[in-house]
């Protein structure tokens, strides 16, 4: 509304002086033209009028004129004027417009008459003899001017109010509009997408608020896909058997499924720290670590409830913080338990039958009643019960080294000493396939933490595969060698190799890479699986490196023993 006002005002303004300028400048121009034909007039009765004195004439022009009329000679001698005593006059020829008159053109000036002091528009016009002049008082224009600036400034005022009752009802329209804009932009900042403007109009203000309603109806449509996906992604979370939790960066609770709250004695409280739902350091160091490094960490958990191992997987989150899946492990251990007992019964019930069979199959074969025939029969029985005895030994011995069960006697141990006894153990054996065992230790001084039996089984599986599979290398060697902060021992051989395919798997149990061969050699496939389990229990790793026709070695770690200790 001030605008509009400022806007009509400076317009009246400008128009005010507009029109009186123009007019101003038409009415000189009128007054000029009309004094020159009156002084053309003039000049022309002066010559012809013989009948009146010259200055009859000169007062009868000066009155029709409505101006001072006076006549010069050629020096500017005053010879009649209309409203003074020519004989008192001063001489007149020094005038701008005598002097254009006298030498014989139109002379018009405009300036402040010395005798009255007022403007006058002076205009003088030749004649044989001298120069004829009407004078005209401006201030005569702008009493002619008055009632015009009058009339003008009654109508800006009119077209003023006029404007401003206008602009008035135009701001008020304008106002309730952009109103209804302010409330829509309200309602949609406290979170109601489905307020509209539902403008009609097709002006800017109409344009602008069809585009506000566009854009909200986009936001409320985005919004409702993905409140959508929200609840599928919670019911999702909510019908998983695993506990899921959320924590921002201050490990406060940002969101737990179902699962979690039957888990918790109190169910978590959104906003509270984790802490004071769940206390497991294990499981509250693994969610810290995810956050903080931003890596997904995993951990195993006994204390979140009583009886209950959980295996907790935590992930960073995109924003900070983390979330936490933790599936229940109970009922797989338990299985898995009961899976490894079943093993080592039938194993082990197994094992007095077995030793049995053998028995009386070796007095048989000492006896001299049995002929070729016979004999034949008795060696393969021999053979098989032997083979199977080796595998219900290797399968309790596996059964007791996964179930945690065999106590390991760990001590110091010189890598050395280990070397050393693998060799001696199976010099001869080794002999007997014509290899020969070497020793190759790096770090002949170094200790390690193991069980002596333990690492000495290892070593043998890994040389009696040596001797087994790769004799025609005719060398096998036995090295340790520092690896990180710990030792790393290896059982080469130049025998044909492991193709690559095959050494993923092959520490699995009963895994086999060529069946035949490793049945024929005696082989029950759980050489490798044993040695891994052992090294696992030590907390070290196993793994082998082979070429095909480039031999094969295993190699195992060990965590040496602090300096000070050796
Ligand atoms: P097995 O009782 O059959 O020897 P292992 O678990 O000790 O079982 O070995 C698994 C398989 O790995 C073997 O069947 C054999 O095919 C392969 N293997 C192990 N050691 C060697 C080696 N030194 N050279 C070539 N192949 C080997």
């Known amino acids: 509304m001030f605008v509009f006002l400022l806007v009509i005002g400076a317009t009246a303004i400008t128009l005010q002086l507009t029109v009186h300028r123009v007019w101003e400048r038409t009415l000189h121009e009128q007054i000029e033209r009309n004094l020159k034909q009156k002084a053309v007039m003039f000049a022309y009765r002066v010559e012809a009028d013989r009948q009146h004195t010259l200055a009859d004439i000169t007062a009868q022009e000066g009155q029709a004129a409505g101006a001072r009329a006076t006549v010069i000679d050629p020096t500017g001698k005053v010879l ?41 528009l002076y205009v003088a016009a030749p004649v044989s003899g001298g120069a004829v002049r009407l004078a005209y008082p401006l201030p005569e224009m702008e009493i002619t001017d008055r009632p015009l600036a009058v ?7 009119s077209a003023f109010v006029f404007a401003v009752l206008v602009a008035a009802v135009a701001s008020h329209y304008v106002g309730r509009r952009l109103q209804r804009i302010v409330n829509f932009a309200e309602r949609v900042a406290a979170g109601d997408l489905t307020a509209r403007i539902a403008s009609t109009a097709t002006d800017e203000i109409g344009k602008v608020a069809a585009a506000l309603d566009k854009t909200t109806r986009r936001v409320e449509e985005s919004y409702a896909r993905v409140q959508t996906s929200q609840r599928e992604l919670e019911t999702l979370l909510n019908s998983m058997q695993d506990a899921v939790v959320a924590v921002d960066v201050d490990g406060r609770i940002q969101w737990a499924n179902r699962s979690m709250d039957r888990l918790l004695l109190r169910a978590p409280r959104l906003n509270a720290p984790l802490i004071d739902s769940v206390r497991d350091p294990d499981f509250l160091a693994a969610i810290q670590k995810a956050a903080r490094d931003q890596a997904v960490t995993s951990a195993h958990s006994n204390t979140i409830v009583t009886g209950r191992t959980f295996d907790v997987t935590a992930a960073p989150m995109p924003g900070g913080g983390a979330v936490a899946v933790l599936r229940d492990l109970t009922e797989t251990e338990r299985m898995e338990k009961s899976r490894r007992d079943f093993i080592a019964n039938v194993s082990h019930e197994l094992r007095t039958p077995l030793t049995s069979i053998q028995g009386y199959t070796e007095t048989l074969l000492d006896s001299p009643l049995a002929d070729n025939h016979v004999r034949e029969f008795l060696e393969i029985i021999r053979k098989n019960s032997a083979r199977m005895s080796r595998l219900t030994e290797d399968l309790l011995t596996l059964a007791r080294v996964e179930s945690g069960e065999q106590r390991f006697d760990i001590q110091r141990v010189s890598t050395e000493e280990l070397l050393q006894d693998a060799r001696e153990s199976f010099r001869e054996v080794a002999r007997s396939y014509g290899v020969e065992l070497e020793i190759e230790n790096s770090v002949p001084a170094a200790r390690v933490n193991a069980d002596r039996e333990a690492i000495h089984q290892i070593f ?74 052992i090294v696992l229990a030590h907390e070290g790793t196993i793994r082998a490196e082979s070429e095909l026709h480039h031999g094969s070695s295993f190699l195992f770690t060990l965590t040496a023993c602090a300096p000070d200790s050796v």
């Open 151 to 157: 009339a003008l400034f009654w109508g800006s005022l």
């Open 80 to 120: 009649a004027d209309s409203e003074s005593d020519a004989s008192t006059m001063e001489n007149h020829g020094h005038r701008k417009e005598f002097i254009s008159a006298l030498s014989g053109q139109l002379g018009v000036d405009e300036r402040k008459s010395q005798t009255l002091g007022v403007p006058f």
């Open 460 to 533: 043998s599986n890994l040389i009696e595969n040596g001797l087994k599979y790769a004799a025609s290398g005719k060398k096998i060697i036995l090295g340790a060698r520092s690896a990180g902060s710990g030792v790393e021992f290896y059982v080469r051989d130049f025998g044909p190799g492991i193709s690559s395919e095959h050494l993923p798997r092959l520490f699995e149990r009963f895994y086999r890479v060529d069946k035949a061969r490793s049945r024929e050699s005696g082989g029950t496939g759980l050489g490798l699986a044993i040695a891994k389990h």
